[in-house]
């Protein structure tokens, strides 16, 4: 049995928004009330990252045509007691997918935590 950091992205729309912070605004917003009202807060949201084609630049995934929005999502969350990561993959799409209805998820980065000392678990630099 594993323990396992799980970092799910999921798009988002948003309507009636001008600007993409108003669309950032909304979706993490949104995405936020949802998770709340199903109890999981332990979730993190964030906004996702998008690599330019061109220059390599990364940038805000949020893009607005008309009023309407799409945000990236990055959601992030520890699995405990897997059997192995495809297991850990299901486990927390079954958690998120129960709040966030008909929005397709998919698995961004899966990372195994590893065992400080027998203490605890040390979750990686890039995750905290």
Do not use: W
Request: charged share 25%.
């Amino acid at each position: 049995m594993g323990d396992y950091v799980v970092v799910l992205e999921a798009p988002i729309i948003v309507k009636d928004v001008e600007t993409s912070e108003d669309a950032i605004n909304v979706a993490v917003s949104k995405v936020a009330k949802a998770l709340n009202k199903e109890n999981l807060d332990f979730v993190r949201v964030e906004i996702g990252y998008s690599q330019c084609p061109v220059c390599g630049a990364h940038f805000e995934s949020a893009f607005v045509i008309g009023s309407v929005g799409l945000v990236g999502i990055y959601l992030t969350l520890k699995v405990f007691n897997a059997q192995s990561i495809e297991h850990a993959e299901r486990i927390a799409k079954a958690v998120v997918g129960k709040a966030l209805k008909r929005v397709p998820l998919k698995v961004f980065e899966i990372r195994e935590l590893e065992e400080e000392n027998g203490d605890g678990l040390e979750v990686p630099d890039e995750f905290e």
